[in-house]
């Protein structure tokens, strides 16, 4: 593929104030640094080219959303590159965690570098179309095999982009890894095919076995706008069945998307709407991502 036909990616709109700040040490999970390319340029067999979205611009959106903390996860455009990441993590150490993407023959050594500069977890592509992964740049799920005993060493935890249908056969899978995962962007549920659908059953299996979903990507599973209502009652399930393992993220700046562009304000103020009790969301968006990603 040539650089002019790969994709290029719109930017994200600006953020504006939520019309509830949340709670002091509030964390987004999940978001992208890209860039600028000038210094961290982008892998050359990449699956899309995203808009400059460098710290700068991130801590911005933090900022302007009150959120006093932020977990970055390497971006496919930047392949197994985690330059621009770790730059970010080693200059802003007390608000900034990381989840990177390593090749299983990375030394250990170089893994615990990246946990010294807020590393926290590796995240693995397990998501196919057509027989091979959907964005280049990821790591298949059986490196996590070689390098699952330096990441329990560390105390890292998997993170898994998932897709939905192959999610139930999955589990035996990790749970023989013995780390605790987290899912990305709900496990791509369907709306459409209801609670009792096998991917959200498997779902909630996996909360109950002590791993952790991401409340992220609802643009990119409704067809609704927000709060995306259509996904309200799988959330409603996900906290029910266990509120501490659950964390939000807004997946900025919505890189590869193919439909509308969503306001990243929109997708903090939805949780209001997810989760009306007030200590339920404290959970979600302070209490769980400080044990999760090792904040103070």
Excluded at 139 to 152: N, S, Y
Aim: one cysteine or more; a positive charge; charged letters at 20%.
């Amino acid at each position: 593929m040539t650089t002019a036909s790969i994709p290029a990616c719109a930017p994200p709109r600006p953020a504006s104030r939520p019309r509830i700040l949340p709670p002091a040490g509030a964390c987004c999970t999940h978001a992208h640094v890209f860039g600028p390319a000038a210094q961290f340029p982008y892998a050359a067999d990449r699956s899309y080219t995203p808009p400059d979205a460098p710290r700068e611009m991130y801590l911005s959106m933090l900022d302007t959303l009150g959120l006093g903390r932020g977990v970055l996860v390497q971006g496919s455009a930047h392949g197994r590159d985690n330059a621009a990441m770790l730059d970010a993590l080693e200059r802003h150490a007390d608000r900034l965690r990381g989840v990177a993407v390593a090749d299983a023959d990375v030394a250990p050594d170089e893994l615990r570098r990246w946990a010294r500069l807020g590393v926290r977890g590796l995240r693995f592509n397990h998501f196919f179309r057509g027989g091979a992964l959907h964005y280049r740049g990821g790591v298949p799920l059986k490196a996590a095999r070689t390098l699952a005993p330096v990441m329990a060493e560390l105390g890292w935890h998997l993170q898994l982009w998932i897709d939905v249908k192959d999610l139930p056969d999955t589990i035996p899978a990790l749970q023989a890894l013995g780390l605790p995962a987290v899912i990305d962007h709900m496990g791509m549920i369907r709306p459409a095919d209801g609670i009792a659908q096998p991917a959200f059953q498997a779902v909630q299996r996996l909360l109950r076995l002590g791993h952790w979903v991401k409340l992220s990507g609802a643009y990119r599973l409704s067809q609704q706008q927000p709060p995306y209502r259509d996904l309200i009652p799988y959330v409603q399930e996900l906290v029910a069945a266990r509120s501490d393992r659950i964390v939000w993220a807004s997946d900025w700046p919505h890189a590869f998307l193919k439909g509308q562009m969503p306001n990243t304000t929109d997708l903090l103020d939805m949780l209001s709407d997810w989760i009306p009790d007030e200590a339920a969301r404290r959970r979600v968006l302070v209490d769980n991502p400080a044990a999760l990603y090792g904040f103070a």
